[in-house]
């Protein structure tokens, strides 16, 4: 998760796309990155079903 975080703002900040920086450590970055907001789409896709469920059952 603390990948992902500093990925974001490495990439924000215009660090990733830098020469200097690694090209390894930078595909890293971007791939927590793209690990962590597939995990939340899916996690916020999987509350909205749950709570349209309970909605329909009337809880």
Known sequence: MMEAI??????SGGFLSEPRMD???AARFRTARDK???????LDAERAAVLAKLERLGV
């Open 36 to 42: 962590a907001v597939r995990k939340v789409l899916l």
């Open 23 to 25: 090209a390894e450590l």
């Open 6 to 11: 500093v990925g974001m703002a490495l990439e």
